[in-house]
Nanobody, 124 residues
Framework: QVQLVESGGGLVQAGGSLRLSCAAS????????MGWFRQAPGKEREFVTA????????YYEDSVKGRFTISRDNAKNTVYLQMNSLKPEDTAVYYC?????????????????WGQGTQVTVSS
């Protein structure tokens, strides 16, 4: 089992920045691919970004490219999501997820473990 705990959410004005963290424990491993997903009120949970386990290849949803950056610190079993130039449409609960299989990193249903989520609210 892997436990994931997100932190760093909050309220920020449009144009501002936030950094989310996801700390993994239990049978956490640097081999796990990690992803961030988000769910806005009344909408389905959607892919935001992911980072592979072995080579730290990164993947981004088009609307966050150039604004969000995912990174990982394997020594700390932690994944980060740096969010810059935030927009009101980025408002959502952000979830961290982990998977062992190194493919389909953008597919929500392929992830094995999920955190409880952290709220990000961007005011206009």
């Amino acid at each position: 089992q892997v436990q994931l705990v997100e932190s760093g959410g909050g309220l920020v004005q449009a144009g501002g920045s936030l950094r989310l963290s996801c700390a993994a424990s239990g049978r956490a491993s640097s081999w796990y691919a990690m992803g961030w997903f988000r769910q806005a009120p009344g909408k389905e949970r959607e892919f935001v970004t992911a980072i592979s386990g072995r080579y730290s290849n990164t993947y981004y949803e088009d609307s966050v490219k150039g604004r969000f950056t995912i990174s990982r610190d394997n020594a700390k079993n932690t994944v980060y999501l740096q969010m810059n130039s935030l927009k009101p449409e980025d408002t959502a609960v952000y979830y961290c997820a982990a998977k062992l299989r190194p493919y389909e990193l953008t597919v929500l249903t392929s992830y094995d473990y999920w955190g409880q989520g952290t709220q990000v609210t961007v005011s206009s």
